[in-house]
């Protein structure tokens, strides 16, 4: 079973810069697609940005998003730059066998880190 660790998240005031990090366990990262979702109070969860197993393409919702992979760390990160309060959330890392905009679609989640965005 994969098991995924995030950590990286804290108080940002708007226009900040964060860096989440999701270290995977278990599985090499090449076994899975690694997606960023979050989930604000009260919203459906919400992909961010995905990166590929299988040729390390990048998917992303959000243009001030980067998505990254250290294959000898085993993990990926999210790069979140120019943040606002919009982008308060839970944010988790998955592993699936695709990348997709869809949480169902990812069958192994972290705990979580929480990000908040305020002056």
């Known amino acids: 079973q994969v098991q995924l660790v995030e950590s990286g998240g804290g108080l940002v005031q708007p226009g900040g810069s964060l860096r989440l990090s999701c270290v995977v366990r278990e599985y090499t990262l090449d076994s899975y697609a690694i997606g960023w979702f979050r989930q604000a109070p009260g919203k459906e969860r919400e992909g961010v940005s995905c990166i590929s197993s299988i040729d390390g393409s990048k998917y992303y919702a959000k243009g001030r998003f980067t998505i990254s992979r250290d294959n000898a760390k085993n993990t990926v990160y999210l790069q979140m730059n120019s943040l606002n309060p919009e982008d308060t959330a839970v944010y988790y890392c998955?592993?699936?066998?695709?990348?997709?905009?869809?949480?169902?679609?990812?069958?192994?989640w972290g705990q979580g880190t929480q990000v908040t965005v305020s002056s």
């Open positions: 998955a592993a699936g066998h695709l990348c997709s905009h869809y949480s169902a679609d990812f069958a192994s």
